[in-house]
């Protein structure tokens, strides 16, 4: 028998292979896209994951100590506190000369003065918020040289007596003993120094900063061994090894390790307000490297100090327009989610744009820092921390990666979720190109939120909504043409349009069957908060 041995069709092969892969690429598209057409949440009233974790709110940043004496600051930090509830408040320049801490006599004996800072530090506690006291920068009179940073001149130059830097540091310690009270105190942190890795911010080298911190340590631990000191409150989570080496190795104490990350791809330090910047397309941007700091404390001679990230955003810089947009509140979100329980604080930079570092600014939004602009207007950023602050006490276990739900003491109900997508095109556009143009979201299908085993009876049901063109200030901003100064009216309406009010209110009765289900409309970085209270 002769077997007649045929050659293969290639092209009819290759075209059947592309056939298949093009059928398949459709078929997991088209999955895809039902699920982003039909994302859903379900929640069991009764399955309960724990006490929810509030690192979120432990913390917020402020520019520098001197702003904190005027009015609008001020005013703002108390309505921030109201909203949000923030218990610590961290910020720069403390012992930077307008604050009037330090001199020296005409026989270089040290003069102590804290009539500034009692100001600042009884306004704070006033309101129920307490200090993470940054031990910095450098007075004049003490410091080893002139080098300095910012508009306002911080000395970030060494001590040029590192006894009398001691002595500067144990005088003040005594003094908020004194005046606050030990048990007071004991709550409180102590940050040695800002970013000394950073040569903008420290003239002197990791060995230095050490030295800086040894004398500073000691000083706080003889006035009580109960405060807690720290550091090396370094930028992009640096130094954290090293640190604890030092300390363990020399027994020099520590309580806490302190570090900063921000998620644009290059550079660490903007001190003008003029540098380009680039969102990161990593997805693990900042929480990253929290989950990394946390590893290496466990793995440390210290494997159980506190960790605080001191600072954190999207970008470092006080002029990047991704800060007033609304992608930030959909940022924010996915950042703390993702962060977990590896920080015991991470505390934004920065509450409000009354923030002078590159010098006052010129306009409205001008991409600052804040939680809230100049005149006091919520950015989309700072509703995110206002609804985070009205979550419930208690975690219910939740699958969904983009939410949290959680029930309160009275029997109430909250869903906390979002949809984060990075629509930055990459390393080609800065965010200060990107983020100034009018963004509308792109369609993500819905959101449905199924609950079980709700107790029977009325409820109230809010919806809340954070997004583009909802609860949005900057958008309507552009669209007004960007002035550079807003009229009374402006500026009136742009509070009225992100004053938080809810999308939605009302009544609804839970059945025998205890079950509750709400679909919602989600586009790309849309917040929402389903809020169901008890009647």
């Known amino acids: 028998m002769t077997i007649k041995k045929t050659a293969p069709n290639f092209h009819s092969v290759k075209k059947k292979t592309k056939t298949a892969i093009v059928s398949t690429m459709l078929a997991l598209a088209a999955i895809t896209a039902n699920a982003q057409q039909n994302r859903n949440i379900s929640v069991d009233y009764n399955n309960v994951k724990g006490a929810l974790n509030t690192q979120f709110k432990q913390c917020i940043g402020a520019g520098r100590a001197n702003e904190g004496l005027r009015a609008d600051w001020q005013q703002q930090l108390a309505y921030v506190k109201k909203e949000c509830d923030f218990k610590y408040i961290r910020m720069h320049g403390l012992l930077t000369d307008d604050m009037a801490v330090y001199r020296e006599d005409k026989n270089g004996n040290p003069e102590y003065n804290y009539q500034y800072v009692d100001a600042l530090f009884d306004y704070l506690l006033s309101i129920d918020v307490k200090p993470f006291v940054e031990l910095g920068f450098m007075p004049q009179q003490l410091a080893s040289g002139s080098k300095t940073i910012f508009w306002w001149r911080g000395n970030v130059t060494p001590p040029k007596d590192y006894d009398k830097w001691e002595g500067l540091i144990r005088n003040l310690t005594q003094h908020f003993t004194e005046r606050y009270g030990a048990d007071e105190v004991k709550t409180w942190y102590f940050e040695v120094w800002n970013e000394p890795n950073l040569d903008g911010f420290w003239a002197g080298s990791q060995e230095e900063y050490f030295k800086l911190y040894r004398y500073a340590a000691k000083a706080i631990k003889e006035v009580n061994k109960d405060y807690k000191v720290g550091g090396p409150a370094t930028a992009g989570a640096a130094w954290i090894p090293e640190m604890i080496s030092f300390c363990s190795k020399n027994n020099v104490p520590i309580d806490f390790a302190s570090t900063h990350s921000y998620g644009v791809k290059q550079g660490f330090l903007d001190e003008f307000g003029n540098s380009g910047t680039v969102l990161s397309k990593d997805p693990m941007a900042v929480s990253g490297d929290i989950i990394n700091s946390r590893k290496e404390i466990k793995t440390s001679a210290l494997p159980n100090l506190e960790l605080h990230y001191t600072e954190w955003s999207a970008s470092y810089t006080p002029a990047d327009p991704i800060h007033d947009s609304y992608h930030e509140a959909a940022y924010i979100l996915e950042k703390v989610k993702q962060t977990g329980d590896a920080a015991n ?39 995110s921390y206002r609804l985070l602050n009205k979550l ?28 984060f997508t990075n629509t930055h ?66 500026a009136e309406e742009l509070k009225k349009l992100s004053d938080g009010t809810p999308v939605s209110t009302e009544t609804i009765t839970i059945g025998k069957d205890g079950t509750f289900k709400k679909q919602l409309p989600l586009r790309e970085n849309d917040v929402y908060l389903i809020n169901i209270i008890k009647g």
């Open 345 to 383: 604080s991470m505390s934004y930079w920065v509450f409000t744009d009354i923030f002078e570092e590159a010098g006052p600014r010129f306009k409205p939004f001008h991409g600052g820092f804040g939680l809230l602009n100049t005149q006091g207007i919520n950015k989309a950023a700072f509703h």
């Open 392 to 419: 419930g006490a208690t975690e219910l276990v939740n699958k969904d990666k983009e939410s949290w739900a959680t029930k309160d003491a009275n029997g109430g109900v909250q869903l906390l979720f979002w949809d």
């Open 425 to 490: 095109p990459g390393d080609t556009v800065n965010n200060q190109v990107y983020y100034t143009k009018d963004l509308p979201a792109k369609d993500k299908g819905t959101a449905t939120v199924s609950l079980k085993n709700l107790p029977q009876g009325s409820y109230k049901l809010e919806v809340y909504k954070v997004g583009y063109r909802a609860n949005d200030p900057y958008t309507k901003y552009l669209e007004m043409g960007e002035p550079a100064n807003l009229t009374k009216a402006q």
